[in-house]
């Protein structure tokens, strides 16, 4: 994959000194752990979501019904009073 930087396969310091294999390893590590914990936040984000649709839609179906009431409510005491 190329970014604005160039191919992000490829380290930035490519033939720096006291750059071997190992601290390479390290740093990769490091960014998959980072990464790790990134998916678990957004993850954690997409189930407080869903929660928070499924609150939303609960009240708006509970909205609803109450509209439903008060205007059969209204209906009925219209009628009564034209009686």
């Given amino acids: 994959m190329s970014g604005p930087i160039g191919d992000l396969g490829m380290p930035v310091e490519v033939g720096m000194e006291g750059d071997d294999d190992s601290s390479r ?41 109450t509209g439903l009431e008060c205007q059969q409510q209204l209906g009925e005491a219209s009628s009564d009073a034209s009686r």
């Fill in 25 to 65: 390893e390290a740093e990769y590590t490091t960014i998959g752990s980072m990464l790790d914990q990134i998916s678990s936040c957004l993850d954690y984000l997409e189930e407080k979501n869903d929660h928070l649709h499924t609150l939303l839609q609960e009240l708006l179906e509970s909205s609803w019904q």
